[in-house]
């Protein structure tokens, strides 16, 4: 089993160094690699599945134009196009459920939500959301009651049809086979990484409706489940869905530019140029350990057992996750899965780069998955701006 982990010493120091080289925000393609690849775009008469990740798109914006991204990239091909949010659905705590005091922060909830729901629904297309950390109160208390009131928020919606997966309070994994091609299987990764499991004992896994009970009443009961969902795909590619990226160069993987080793506070409020030199980086790797990071215990530990499981799935998986407020594409030179990040929906932070790293960029997006009829797979990111979409990259996912 290989160990995911963290940034080591003197690479966490080396980035004061690689920030200035490699840009945070800049735009990234491994050497060698073509970017454009224009057959990548299947046809609809080549398309078998098109699957959207569209990652943290919850922030009250109805101008958001990344949404309107989805009903550009299923355009001839709706009735074969999927939308999957990639959790943060509702900044900042998620949607408050009807016995709390907080109609207002409800209401502005509920707001955040219909704005997605409505983008698949101009889109045509199916939407399936997948729970991150600020769905869940912000890892807070409150978080089953909250997840709770989104999964009844999406079930009664009509915009579009919406459905979260797995169950408020299960960490699945919930199987939907679509097309001929591909697998697609929801996990929630913030249940995984909770000290408490709510609801445990009533979760189960696989297909909707016809879900069997988890093998055992605790984490390994998931991985159990997970295991055979994986192999059990058959001819498929598996695309695994969580919020918690397996790998990123993110702050979430160790990454912070030199802006933020000098002025730490500006990651909380970009106005902030207070001086606090070398000091938040190094507190936040060696001393706090937030689980919602690679480098934190119980994260370490869900990285490495996801990746066991992928690693022997049929074919090369491909594990798609948002959390990180950018776009990535990462391979792995020991293990046959390909590493998605698309979390730059409505938020945006710096982004570094390591020898895996094949894309990357901290703009606006969103990315776009092919199932081709023939078993061929590729990823496409498109980017927003105020000139209008582009498509930056794309890339053939080879076995």
Same mark, same amino acid.
Request: proline share 7%; charged share 20%; aromatic share 8%.
């Given at each position: 089993?290989?160990?995911?982990?963290?940034?080591?010493?003197?690479?966490?120091?080396?980035?004061?160094?690689?920030?200035?080289?490699?840009?945070?925000?800049?735009?990234?393609?491994?050497?060698?690699?073509?970017?454009?690849?224009?057959?990548?775009?299947?046809?609809?008469?080549?398309?078998?599945?098109?699957?959207?990740?569209?990652?943290?798109?919850?922030?009250?914006?109805?101008?958001?134009?990344?949404?309107?991204?989805?009903?550009?990239?299923?355009?001839?091909?709706?009735?074969?196009?999927?939308?999957?949010?990639?959790?943060?659905?509702?900044?900042?705590?998620?949607?408050?459920?009807?016995?709390?005091?907080?109609?207002?922060?409800?209401?502005?909830?509920?707001?955040?939500?219909?704005?997605?729901?409505?983008?698949?629904?101009?889109?045509?297309?199916?939407?399936?959301?997948?729970?991150?950390?600020?769905?869940?109160?912000?890892?807070?208390?409150?978080?089953?009651?909250?997840?709770?009131?989104?999964?009844?928020?999406?079930?009664?919606?009509?915009?579009?049809?919406?459905?979260?997966?797995?169950?408020?309070?299960?960490?699945?994994?919930?199987?939907?086979?679509?097309?001929?091609?591909?697998?697609?299987?929801?996990?929630?990764?913030?249940?995984?990484?909770?000290?408490?499991?709510?609801?445990?004992?009533?979760?189960?896994?696989?297909?909707?409706?016809?879900?069997?009970?988890?093998? #055992?009443?605790?984490? /390994?009961?998931?991985? =159990? &489940?997970? *295991?055979? @969902?994986?192999?059990? +795909? $058959?001819?498929?590619?598996? !695309?695994?869905?969580?919020?918690?990226?397996?790998?990123?160069?993110?702050?979430?993987?160790?990454?912070?530019?030199?802006?933020?080793?000098?002025?730490?506070?500006?990651?909380?409020?970009?106005?902030?140029?207070?001086?606090?030199?070398?000091?938040?980086?190094?507190?936040?790797?060696?001393?706090?350990?937030?689980?919602?990071?690679?480098?934190?215990?119980?994260?370490?530990?869900?990285? #490495?057992?996801?990746? /066991?499981?992928?690693? =022997? &799935?049929? *074919?090369? @998986?491909?594990?798609? +996750? $948002?959390?990180?407020?950018? !776009?990535?594409?990462?391979?792995?030179?020991?293990?046959?899965?390909?590493?998605?990040?698309?979390?730059?929906?409505?938020?945006?932070?710096?982004?570094?780069?390591?020898?895996?790293?094949?894309?990357?960029?901290?703009?606006?997006?969103?990315?776009?998955?092919?199932?081709?009829?023939?078993?061929?797979?590729?990823?496409?990111?498109?980017?927003?701006?105020?000139?209008?979409?582009?498509?930056?990259?794309?890339?053939?996912?080879?076995?």
């Amino acid at each position: 089993m290989r160990t995911a982990t963290g940034l080591g010493t003197g690479l966490l120091l080396a980035t004061v160094v690689t920030s200035v080289a490699c840009g945070g925000h800049s735009l990234y393609v491994r050497p060698g690699v073509d970017p454009r690849c224009a057959t990548c775009a299947a046809s609809p008469a080549q398309l078998d599945t098109r699957v959207l990740l569209i990652g943290d798109a919850g922030e009250l914006d109805p101008g958001n134009p990344a949404l309107d991204l989805l009903g550009d990239l299923a355009a001839g091909a709706p009735s074969r196009s999927v939308a999957v949010f990639l959790g943060d659905n509702v900044y900042p705590r998620g949607l408050p459920g009807a016995g709390e005091e907080a109609p207002d922060e409800r209401v502005t909830a509920e707001q955040i939500l219909q704005l997605q729901v409505a983008a698949a629904g101009r889109a045509g297309i199916p939407a399936v959301f997948v729970a991150g950390n600020h769905d869940w109160d912000k890892s807070g208390p409150r978080g089953l009651e909250r997840m709770q009131a989104q999964e009844a928020f999406l079930a009664e919606a009509t915009a579009a049809e919406a459905v979260l997966h797995p169950s408020a309070g299960c960490p699945g994994p919930v199987v939907l086979d679509l097309g001929e091609r591909v697998r697609l299987i929801a996990v929630d990764s913030e249940w995984l990484l909770r000290e408490d499991h709510p609801k445990l004992t009533d979760c189960t896994w696989g297909a909707p409706g016809e879900q069997n009970p988890l093998p #055992s009443s605790d984490a /390994e009961g998931f991985y =159990a &489940a997970l *295991a055979e @969902a994986v192999q059990g +795909a $058959g001819g498929r590619r598996v !695309l695994l869905a969580t919020h918690h990226p397996l790998k990123t160069r993110g702050s979430h993987g160790g990454y912070f530019t030199a802006k933020e080793f000098i002025f730490p506070l500006t990651l909380f409020k970009s106005w902030l140029y207070l001086p606090i030199p070398f000091v938040y980086p190094p507190l936040r790797y060696w001393v706090v350990r937030s689980d919602q990071d690679l480098y934190g215990s119980r994260n370490r530990e869900m990285v #490495s057992r996801i990746e /066991e499981i992928l690693a =022997a &799935a049929p *074919a090369a @998986a491909i594990a798609a +996750a $948002g959390h990180e407020h950018t !776009l990535q594409v990462f391979d792995d030179p020991e293990l046959p899965i390909w590493y998605l990040v698309s979390g730059s929906a409505a938020k945006l932070e710096p982004t570094g780069k390591s020898d895996d790293t094949i894309f990357k960029h901290a703009a606006p997006g969103i990315m776009a998955v092919d199932f081709f009829a023939d078993g061929r797979v590729s990823v496409r990111v498109v980017e927003v701006s105020a000139t209008g979409s582009k498509q930056v990259f794309a890339l053939w996912l080879d076995e």
